[in-house]
């Protein structure tokens, strides 16, 4: 049987060079207008994960920190009314499939807030 695949010669890749991927295969790769694109996508959306993430972080402590300064009749009141609307969230996601990583994360944040105010 003939192969037409092109064949390219076996390069060790140094320690500057990704373990998954060699210099040439990078080269060739980036001739590749929609491995570009994908290479480009995935950094952007790599980058807004990571900046969402630090926002979230941002707003959580801010919470918690207002929280901590309330009356404590107050906090058992917002944290009576929090309890009810997370419940409320949560059987909106009964009606469609969410991954279990939502679900994992959201429980973490619930508690976290939740822990917080104590």
């Known amino acids: 049987m003939h192969d037409n695949a092109p064949h390219f010669p076996a ?3 140094s320690q500057e060079q990704s ?3 060699s210099h040439v295969q990078s080269e060739e790769a980036s001739h590749n207008p929609l491995l570009d ?3 480009t996508l995935s950094k952007s959306n790599g980058m807004a994960v990571v ?3 630090a926002r979230i972080a941002v707003i959580g402590e801010l919470l918690v920190s207002v929280l901590m300064h309330l009356p404590r009749s107050m906090q058992a009141d ?3 009314s929090f309890r009810d609307r997370i419940e409320d969230l949560m059987s909106l996601s009964d009606d469609r499939y969410l991954p279990e990583q939502y679900h994992s994360a959201l429980l973490t944040e619930v508690n976290r807030y939740l822990n917080g105010r104590r």
């Open 11 to 13: 390069q060790t890749a």
């Open 19 to 21: 373990a998954f991927v």
């Open 37 to 39: 694109a994908l290479t």
């Open 51 to 53: 900046q969402h993430g």
């Open 78 to 80: 917002i944290a009576k």
